[in-house]
């Protein structure tokens, strides 16, 4: 779909869709779809990702519509649409699992969703949704955190809990996690994951050996969900999120990671962007650029077949 472009009104005029795409429901013919949730009751600290998908659409007005490094049109070459936001239920997170859930399944039965979240609460739904859609998938984590604790408070869902309950309900294939570097409970979680099956780059080793880890992620076969949390950057470089971590990966880092990746991807997600956390929009502004990355990604691979 056509994007509004900025030689002809100007980018801080009209209403914020992401990349200025069209606002649609509509999505025969259309092969990506930006998602929104905008819910944060699973977090565990600072709270505010419920601002994450109208900030990242805001952080996207500076998206063009030829990316150089890809050398394609992600938007014309997908048709691609913003299919807006889940009617989230705030305080009740079960219910919005239900939501979210449902929402997802009929788009991802249909085109490939782009999703801006949201704590990282909401992978679960989605990953139970493409459960349903695509059968067992792999995933591909970029978060500083390992996300596969039991609990919080005797609480089974939280934005630290999604990936042992995923693991539980037999939703994924293989999972690579990358960029992992804070403190941790005790060396009983290093175990845990081995237990879950889970393997885990840290930043340190993300640095060091990008290139083989980047071999590894595109080793894997058949259908693939990369779920980047965006504390797996530097907090210098995106402070709006809501358990940072410091010691991470630039911004560039991150981009040229995204760049080289080459899935079967079924989706896609940037999640725990909080808006009230952030300065002049860098959060929002990087959420933005990796989902457009992710785009330029597919269309790139599609183009190939
Ligand atoms: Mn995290």
Redesign the pocket.
């Known amino acids: 779909m056509r994007q509004i472009d900025a030689r002809e009104s100007p980018r801080f005029a009209q209403i914020s869709t992401f990349a200025r795409l069209p606002l649609t429901q509509d999505l025969s013919d259309v092969k990506a779809a930006f998602f929104g949730i905008p819910f944060d009751d699973g977090t565990t600290y600072r709270t505010g990702p419920r601002f994450g998908p109208s900030s990242i659409r805001q952080g996207s007005r500076l998206l063009r519509k030829y990316n150089p490094f890809a050398d394609v049109e992600p938007f014309e070459q997908l048709n691609a649409c913003d299919w807006g936001d889940v009617n989230t239920v705030p305080g009740y997170i079960e219910d919005t699992f239900t939501v979210i859930k449902r929402d997802m399944k009929s788009v991802a039965s249909k085109t490939i969703p782009f999703t801006a979240g949201g704590d ?1 609460s909401i992978a679960l739904p989605i990953l139970r949704a493409m459960n349903e859609v695509h059968g067992k998938v792999n995933l591909v984590h970029l ?3 390992y ?1 596969f604790w039991d609990n919080y408070w005797g609480k089974k869902y939280t ?2 809990t999604w990936l042992r309950r995923a693991r539980e309900e037999g939703l994924l294939n293989e999972v690579i996690q990358v960029g992992i570097r ?1 403190s941790i409970y005790g060396k009983e979680d290093i175990e845990d994951s081995k237990k879950l099956g889970i393997i885990y780059y840290t930043t340190n080793t993300t640095k060091s050996e990008t290139d083989s880890i980047i071999r590894h992620v595109n080793s894997l076969k058949g259908k693939t969900y990369v779920s980047l ?4 950057v530097d907090p210098a470089f995106a402070p709006g ?3 940072p ?1 410091v010691g991470g990966l630039s911004s560039f880092e991150i981009m040229d990671l995204v760049r080289k990746f080459d899935l079967n991807v079924v989706g896609m997600e940037v ?2 962007v909080s808006p009230p956390y952030d300065l002049s929009e860098l959060t929002s502004m990087l959420a933005a650029n990796l989902l457009y990355e992710g785009m330029s990604t597919l269309a790139k691979r599609m183009e190939r077949k």
Not at 229 to 232: A, P
């Open positions: 990282h978060d500083s955190h996300d934005h630290g804070a949390d965006i504390d797996v999120t809501g358990t971590e999640v725990e």
